[in-house]
């Protein structure tokens, strides 16, 4: 059974087959999104600095919007 990472929030999935996970690497819409997010983030911002890149923050609330 196939096993992996979500890139972005670290969740461990598990799937018995590919078409289970459309949206791996990530477990969901969500994180992949969030993940391409930050690459077009970093592509505006190369220049500056990174300050809080702190991923998967313990306790940090996800806005519902
Ligand atoms: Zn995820």
Known sequence: MPVFECPTCGKE???ERREDAPY???CCRR???VDLGRWLDGTYRISEP???AVPGTPGSAEPED
Do not use: A, H, T, Y
């Open 13 to 15: 999935l598990r799937v």
């Open 24 to 26: 791996r690497p990530f």
């Open 50 to 52: 990174l300050s809080e």
């Open 31 to 33: 994180c992949k999104l």
